[in-house]
């Protein structure tokens, strides 16, 4: 396998990865016993009126794991794209020789 290829792989791999790590849902786990949707790390699908009824903490709690969510997706997902796409410039300079 070549060093392009390789580098294709993992980065398809990092680019999938950190997909998969933003647009994941969250829930937070109330005293009650039910889950509370947080959303995902970008916000879609975070109710806030909804998490305010149960407890105004757990608009807090929410947005804290949205935001460790955040903290590890957008550098994988980054990582991924940058190794896709210097694999891709790598490629066209090696046939243009």
Same mark, same amino acid.
């Given at each position: 396998m070549s060093v392009r290829t390789?580098?294709?792989? %993992?980065?398809? =791999? /990092?680019l999938l990865g950190g997909g998969a790590i933003l647009f994941v849902a969250l829930a937070v786990e109330a005293p009650s016993g039910s889950l509370i949707p947080?959303?995902?790390?970008?916000?879609?699908?975070f109710d806030e009126p909804a998490a305010?009824? %149960?407890?105004? =903490? /757990?608009?807090?709690?929410?947005?804290?794991?949205?935001?460790?969510?955040?903290?590890?997706?957008a550098p994988v997902a980054g990582l991924g794209a940058l190794l896709l796409l210097g694999s891709s410039v790598g490629a066209r300079r090696a046939t243009r020789r």
């Open positions: 390789f580098a294709v792989v %993992v980065g398809l =791999a /990092f947080c959303g995902n790390a970008l916000g879609i699908g305010s009824a %149960v407890s105004p =903490a /757990f608009v807090d709690i929410c947005a804290d794991l949205r935001h460790r969510r955040l903290l590890w997706g």
